[in-house]
């Protein structure tokens, strides 16, 4: 299995603009996350998804704020419009049932909002 | 909600050492605490996870702890070695309740 892929890997964008995030979970697993990772924060949960339903969007900043998951192969992550705070690195990452099963993580995107 | 505390936030050991980090949580449910190792620029990995139902699992050098009563776990690593340099992370969850991270420790091990 190729992992959890992720797209883009590095997004350079200006303020204002509209960003969307794509990931790809593992073949077969049944929960996906979204994580945000900057210096200030560390490493948070912004949404999870599990059987492609949301359980948990707590983490999720505010209503520029969206995540989608069509069906179990794909998610996506839409800030609009994006703010120069928005800058960090993006992880999603799944699992085979729960967030108690050990979560794969993909590359992460690296988002500058400029 | 699960708060995760983590101590220290920077650990320089010289090579051969060994490494201690502890956490503390807050949520007595919670039963899965797994310790994730992020090199620079790479994505977090699991290195190893305990359950609530033993008190300590070994992978040959890393070593995991729990203490139920007291709420806290901590990672061990043995005879340290400069590719063990990374962020270590652990994190604590119940069931279907989201995995809530500590703020992580920086780890330097010096040749």
């Known amino acids: 299995d190729a992992g959890v892929i992720q797209s883009p890997r590095h997004e350079v964008t200006e303020m204002g603009q509209e960003v969307t995030l794509r990931c790809k979970p593992i073949?077969?697993?049944?929960?996906l996350f979204w994580y945000r990772q900057t210096m200030m924060r560390g490493l948070e949960l912004l949404i999870y998804?599990?059987?492609?339903?949301?359980?948990?969007d707590s983490g999720m900043p505010e209503d520029r704020f969206s995540a989608k998951m069509p069906n179990a192969s794909f998610s996506t992550l839409k800030i609009q419009p994006s703010e120069p705070r928005d800058s960090a690195v993006y992880f999603c990452a799944s699992s085979f049932r729960e967030s108690t099963d050990t979560q794969y993580f993909g590359p992460g995107t690296r988002l500058t909002v400029l | 909600g699960e708060n995760v505390e983590q101590h220290p936030s920077t650990l320089s050991v010289q090579e051969g050492d060994s490494a201690v980090i502890k956490c503390t949580y807050s949520d007595s449910a919670s039963n899965y605490f797994p310790w994730y190792k992020q090199e620079l620029g790479k994505r977090p990995q699991l290195i190893i996870d305990?359950?609530?139902?033993?008190g300590e699992k070994k992978d040959q050098r890393i070593a995991v702890t729990l203490n139920k009563t007291a709420k806290h776990f901590s990672l061990h690593i043995t005879e340290t070695q400069p590719e063990d340099s990374a962020v270590y992370f652990c994190?604590?969850?119940?069931?279907?309740?989201?995995?809530?991270f500590g703020t992580g420790t920086r780890l330097l091990v010096s040749p």
């Open positions: 994190a604590a969850s119940r069931g279907f309740q989201k995995l809530v």
């Open positions: 998804f599990n059987n492609n339903v949301p359980i948990d």
């Open positions: 073949s077969g697993h049944n929960s």
């Open positions: 305990i359950r609530s139902n033993v």
